[in-house]
């Protein structure tokens, strides 16, 4: 297995929809992500697997100091293998290199090993608003 990470990588909608449906336990949507992406990130990474898209994860920002992690996914026959990790941790450096000086995220209970111990986030107080 030979995994390359790549900031602003190209994919196609149908593999990110396929890939965030397996990740996130939902039916394939036809979300236009390379328009969103576009639109209002700093950036995104790529996970690949030869040519297969085994991970992404997005990275918004306010412009300014602060970015935000977002839709970090890896294929299920990938996981528990760094990917995600390493998702994110190109994350941090891109959103470091254009001058963020905070990167945020926000997870459910379960993956608070990964995100605290694999990635290195430190808890904070936060508050959420439920729309």
Same mark, same amino acid.
């Given at each position: 297995m030979m995994i390359t990470y790549e900031w602003r990588g190209g994919f196609d909608n149908a593999e990110v929809n396929a890939l965030h449906a397996e990740g996130f336990n939902h039916r394939a949507l036809e979300v236009d992500w390379l328009t969103r992406v576009q639109r209002h990130s700093l !950036?995104? =990474?790529c996970a690949r697997d030869n040519d297969d898209l085994v991970g992404? =994860?997005?990275v918004v920002?306010? !412009? !300014?100091a602060?970015?935000? =992690?977002?839709?970090t996914? =890896?294929?299920g026959s990938h996981r528990r293998s760094g990917i995600g990790a390493e998702l994110v941790a190109e994350a941090a450096r891109q959103a470091r290199e254009a001058g963020c000086d905070w990167l945020h995220v926000d997870f459910e209970d379960d993956l608070r090993p990964f995100y605290f111990d694999a990635c290195g986030f430190k808890p904070t107080a936060a508050g959420l608003i439920a729309l």
């Amino acid at each position: 297995m030979m995994i390359t990470y790549e900031w602003r990588g190209g994919f196609d909608n149908a593999e990110v929809n396929a890939l965030h449906a397996e990740g996130f336990n939902h039916r394939a949507l036809e979300v236009d992500w390379l328009t969103r992406v576009q639109r209002h990130s700093l !950036g995104w =990474v790529c996970a690949r697997d030869n040519d297969d898209l085994v991970g992404f =994860v997005n990275v918004v920002w306010d !412009g !300014g100091a602060h970015a935000f =992690v977002l839709d970090t996914v =890896v294929a299920g026959s990938h996981r528990r293998s760094g990917i995600g990790a390493e998702l994110v941790a190109e994350a941090a450096r891109q959103a470091r290199e254009a001058g963020c000086d905070w990167l945020h995220v926000d997870f459910e209970d379960d993956l608070r090993p990964f995100y605290f111990d694999a990635c290195g986030f430190k808890p904070t107080a936060a508050g959420l608003i439920a729309l």
